[in-house]
Nanobody
């Protein structure tokens, strides 16, 4: 089992930045690719970003490419999502995800482990 706990959400204004963190425990952190998903009100959960076990490969949804950066600190068992130039349409609950395979951590139905989410609200 892997336990994931997100933090860092909050209320910000359009154009601001925010950094989300996801702390993992329970299994060897480097055994897992990590990802971020989000779910806006009234919408389905969607992929945001993913990173492989070493941090050497990253993947982004087109909607956040160039604005968001995913990274990980394996010594701290933590994955981050740096969000810049935030827009009101980025408002959502952001979920951390973990799976042994990078290909699977980008697809909601294949993800093995989920955090409970952290709310990000971007006002216009």
């Amino acid at each position: 089992q892997v336990q994931l706990v997100e933090s860092g959400g909050g209320l910000v204004q359009a154009g601001d930045s925010l950094r989300l963190s996801c702390s993992a425990s329970g299994r060897t952190f480097t055994s897992y690719a990590m990802g971020w998903f989000r779910q806006a009100p009234g919408k389905e959960r969607e992929f945001v970003a993913a990173i492989n076990w070493s941090g050497g490969s990253t993947y982004y949804a087109d909607s956040v490419k160039g604005r968001f950066t995913i990274s990980r600190d394996n010594a701290k068992n933590t994955v981050y999502l740096q969000m810049n130039s935030l827009k009101p349409e980025d408002t959502a609950v952001y979920y951390c995800a973990a799976d042994p395979l990078t290909s699977r951590v980008r697809v909601e139905q294949y993800v093995d482990y989920w955090g409970k989410g952290t709310l990000v609200t971007v006002s216009s």
